[in-house]
């Protein structure tokens, strides 16, 4: 599998707190969403692009109005308000409802690619033990689609990869917030970071 400006878990665009949490995991609760994401992008990536025409038309009604205005209130309408926001803050206010009993947990098992990877691993006999996996992430920068495709992705998959004994390989440039130590990260024996 061959996977570039790779994307982990779902949304990225309208971003919620499980997604919230792959970044909250890596550079800590107390960052400033402002060190990842420009204030010209938090449309894209806290609000919902589809709610103000942005990304263009669309066939079906891909607003939660509701939703919407409380992000926007939260921190889209008001700069001085995004700027103080931290990572803790929106993994706390944008919370997926995985009990909604019409769609909850069944969108989880499409969103969420790190916990399928653990849970249904290739078979040795569906794939003879040549299953290999190569993830390359380089955007690293705050514009929005930088965000939805960063290069901490990338050192999530390598994570993900070893947990679940997959071959692999990842690449990854420098990231906002990444550990002064990451860049001396080494392979577990299955795979190699680089």
Known sequence: MVYTDAQLDYPVQNMLD???KIWLDDVG???LVSSMLTFNDCYMILGNPWCDGRSGPSDYNLCNDTWQAE???L???DEALFNTATIGDVVASQVWDRDDPDVGRGMEVLWYTSMNMLAYQPTQPSTNGTFYMYIANSLNSTEGMNV?????YSRRYADLAAQAGFNFTVYYTDYNGMSPTED????????TVS
């Not at 001396?184 to 795979?191: I, L, N, P, S, T």
């Open 184 to 191: 001396q990260r080494v392979g577990d024996g299955r795979g």
């Open 18 to 20: 499980h997604t919230w």
């Open 29 to 31: 609760e107390d960052t």
């Open 71 to 73: 992000t926007n209130e």
């Open 148 to 152: 939805v495709h960063d290069a901490l």
């Open 75 to 77: 921190y889209c309408n």
